[in-house]
């Protein structure tokens, strides 16, 4: 299943009030592993920076004059969330932003039972506990040394690895490697699994040979071995693909 996580920069705490988004940033997953296809963009937001937001994420007004308006990039941020389900971070902050951002151009709102919120998740998972994206982190050991400052790309990317533990986890990576999406040139064009991790059998079916010599193995373990109770039925391990 496709999913998009997404995080966003702004310049200060009001959507009402008139405060912008400065800054996207998503990652797809495809069955909870990042593809590689990013969307990211900075933005002018036509209006001064709070100094408190700056303090947060460190964008400054000189750094944004440049950018590109939200107007200019809409079409290509929806085209790439699609119709398909996001999972976002205290989600009614970025969701009120976007859709304000797309209600000053007439477009239509983001529907909030699209959206996952992976803090409304983890509330219910860790009830009186902090739940920040920080210190879920370092509930999972996931490794947020690279967020010296808030960056919507690199929080999403982290916050995909967080929502993969929220969902059960699993025994495989992200497919993150050494370095993250957001230290990478990658382009938003990328194919779908484009840098996605190989699937490798768990287990793989076991010549009569290696069948015979793991019985044997067994029975010199005892009776108490739990191993016997699968050879005495004739249950070797077969192939499982990864994720199963």
């Known amino acids: 299943m496709r999913e998009i996580v997404l995080d966003t920069e702004t310049t200060g705490l009001e959507a009402r009030g008139g405060d912008r988004v400065v800054e996207i940033g998503c990652v797809e997953i495809v069955n909870r592993f990042l593809t590689g296809r990013v969307f990211h963009c900075y933005l002018n937001p036509e209006r001064p920076m709070s100094p408190d937001a700056f303090k947060v994420h460190g964008l400054s007004d000189s750094f944004l004059a440049e950018k590109p308006k939200f107007a200019e990039i809409a079409d290509e941020f929806l085209a790439f969330i699609g119709n398909d389900p996001l999972v976002i971070h205290n989600a ?6 976007l859709n304000a951002e797309l209600g000053r151009l007439k477009k239509p709102a983001i529907a909030i039972d699209r959206v996952t919120d992976t803090l409304l998740m983890a509330r219910r998972r860790h009830p009186g ?12 050991g996931i490794d947020n040394s690279r967020r010296t400052r808030h960056g919507a790309l690199l929080d ?3 916050l995909a690895e967080v929502y993969a533990e929220l969902t059960g986890g699993r025994q495989s990576s992200l ?6 999406l957001a230290d990478r040139e990658v382009e938003p064009g990328l194919p779908v ?6 699937r490798r059998p768990i287990f793989t079916e076991l010549a009569a040979e290696e069948a015979a010599s793991h019985r044997a193995l067994v029975a010199a373990m005892g009776d108490k071995a739990i191993w016997k109770k699968y050879a005495d039925e004739g249950a070797l391990p077969v192939e499982a693909p990864l994720g199963s």
């Not at 497919?175 to 993250?180: I, K, R, V």
């Open 92 to 97: 009614s902050f970025d969701i009120g932003f």
């Open 129 to 140: 506990a902090s739940n920040s994206l920080d210190a879920l982190c370092a509930r999972y």
């Open 156 to 158: 999403a990317e982290i």
């Open 175 to 180: 497919g993150l490697g050494d370095t993250s």
């Open 193 to 198: 699994g484009a840098n996605a991790p190989e």
